[in-house]
């Protein structure tokens, strides 16, 4: 969108310049999360990169360790990388790797069924977000960051409305 003074000026100068965050989408590749969990997860995703104007988001999978290293990834691709791991859960290498990425992303979103450990804290200048999926493992991995439960089922809704 133009700035104001440029009719006056006679000139197109930019005015406000819309910023596109960097995120990182960490998805729990564990053996609690089921296919369709995961494909819930990354459809939300989905749907979030798209409603952002977001074409590209780093991608970690990670179970009890992370599986290869962050790499950009686009809308398409979100949804035809195939699963890694299927073993145990451990947040905390898949936010550590998060955090070495350069520069470090502004928002982090991590794909799980909060079965699983998390660190203590948050990251540092980071926004986080938990993408939980309804299913048989499904609670509040911590006490930090926004949680977000990938379902419209009211029954569903009202029964993992105590996660926090």
Same mark, same amino acid.
């Given at each position: 969108? %133009?700035?104001?003074?440029?009719?006056?000026?006679?000139?197109?100068?930019?005015?406000?310049?819309?910023?596109?965050?960097?995120?990182?989408?960490?998805?729990?590749?564990?053996?609690?999360?089921?296919?369709?969990?995961? *494909?819930?997860?990354?459809?939300?995703?989905?749907?979030?990169? *798209?409603?952002?104007?977001?074409?590209?988001?780093?991608?970690?999978?990670?179970?009890?360790?992370?599986?290869?290293?962050?790499?950009?990834?686009?809308?398409? /691709?979100?949804?035809?990388?195939?699963?890694?791991?299927?073993?145990?859960?451990?947040?905390?290498?898949?936010?550590?790797?998060?955090?070495?990425?350069?520069?470090?992303?502004?928002?982090?979103?991590?794909?799980?069924?909060?079965?699983?450990?998390?660190? /203590?804290?948050? %990251?540092?200048?980071?926004?986080?977000?938990?993408?939980?999926? %309804?299913?048989?493992?499904?609670?509040?991995?911590?006490?930090?960051?926004?949680?977000?439960?990938?379902?419209?089922?009211?029954?569903?809704?009202? *029964?993992?409305?105590?996660?926090?």
């Amino acid at each position: 969108r %133009p700035a104001k003074r440029s009719y006056a000026l006679g000139i197109l100068r930019p005015g406000l310049v819309s910023y596109e965050p960097s995120i990182c989408y960490m998805e729990d590749s564990s053996g609690s999360m089921g296919q369709k969990q995961l *494909k819930a997860n990354r459809v939300e995703m989905a749907h979030a990169m *798209k409603t952002l104007g977001v074409f590209e988001v780093w991608f970690i999978s990670s179970d009890a360790e992370v599986h290869g290293a962050p790499k950009l990834i686009t809308l398409a /691709e979100l949804m035809s990388i195939p699963v890694t791991g299927r073993g145990g859960t451990d947040f905390g290498p898949a936010i550590e790797a998060m955090m070495r990425i350069r520069p470090v992303p502004d928002i982090g979103i991590y794909s799980t069924d909060g079965d699983g450990w998390a660190p /203590e804290y948050p %990251p540092r200048n980071v926004e986080f977000i938990w993408l939980l999926a %309804p299913g048989p493992w499904t609670r509040s991995p911590c006490n930090w960051g926004t949680q977000i439960l990938t379902t419209d089922d009211p029954v569903e809704r009202k *029964k993992y409305q105590l996660l926090v």
